[in-house]
T-cell receptor, first 121, second 112 residues
Framework: KAGVTQTPRYLIKTRGQQVTLSCSPI?????VSWYQQTPGQGLQFLFE???????NKGNFPGRFSGRQFSNSRSEMNVSTLELGDSALYLC????????????????????FGAGSRLTVL | AQSVTQLGSHVSVSEGALVLLRCNYS??????LFWYVQYPNQGLQLLLK??????LVKGINGFEAEFKKSETSFHLTKPSAHMSDAAEYFC??????????FGAGTRLTVKP
């Protein structure tokens, strides 16, 4: 089955612009999480969506937002871009269910996309 | 809340040598533990996971990890490094609610 698809893979923006990144999860996965990866800060959790609702949120400013559609596809948006927003943005989907656990129990395995590399000039 | 510490942001080994990447976790409940690998310009890929049962877990590409509750550790090993193992490795822990926390990562370099 198809993996997690992120688009675009690479993009360059200038300060003050906004950007929208897209993530299509594995079919059947309803939980989608977003991470920001930078050399200095490592992997930082942005937010998680489940059934079109934001379930968890990391410690990022309000310029970072996201949404999830009824088909579980998700987008994240960053407004008023800053140089420090340059990063690899990773999306991951999983079988994590309504209450946080997995249907039938067990550990939640995140399946990651290849990422969207954003450069802000 | 659970957390993960990876000892050593960079590890360098010679081809054919033992690979040992260290991970210690903190969790108030029995954790689920994971190792992920990230090759250049790619996302993270699951190497192996520990949930319950046997404490020695075997993963892909010849890697294995041992859950040691008394040491709160989950170190990753491979008996003989290959050039293709050069990548960044992330240890992660989650609780029963499946909220996952990642370590800072360890970059593995393999010298010919």
């Amino acid at each position: 089955k198809a993996g997690v698809t992120q688009t675009p893979r690479y993009l360059i923006k200038t300060r003050g612009q906004q950007v929208t990144l897209s993530c299509s999860p594995i079919s059947g996965h309803r939980s989608v999480s977003w991470y920001q990866q930078t050399p200095g800060q490592g992997l930082q959790f942005l937010f998680e969506y489940f059934s079109e609702t934001q379930r968890n949120k990391g410690n990022f400013p309000g310029r970072f937002s996201g949404r999830q559609f009824s088909n579980s596809r998700s987008e994240m948006n960053v407004s008023t871009l800053e140089l420090g927003d340059s990063a690899l943005y990773l999306c991951a989907s999983s079988l994590k269910g309504l209450a946080g656990g997995l249907v039938g129990g067990g550990a939640n395995v995140l399946t990651f996309g290849a990422g969207s590399r954003l450069t802000v000039l | 809340a659970q957390s993960v510490t990876q000892l050593g942001s960079h590890v360098s080994v010679s081809e054919g040598a033992l690979v040992l990447l260290r991970c210690n976790y903190s969790s108030s409940v029995p954790p689920y533990l994971f190792w992920y690998v990230q090759y250049p310009n790619q996302g993270l890929q699951l190497l192996l996971k520990y949930t319950t049962g046997a404490t020695l877990v075997k993963g892909i590409n010849g890697f294995e990890a041992e859950f040691k509750k008394s040491e709160t550790s989950f170190h990753l090993t491979k008996p003989s490094a290959h050039m293709s193992d050069a990548a960044e490795y992330f240890c992660a822990v989650s609780d029963r609610n499946n909220d996952m926390r990642f370590g800072a990562g360890t970059r593995l370099t393999v010298k010919p």
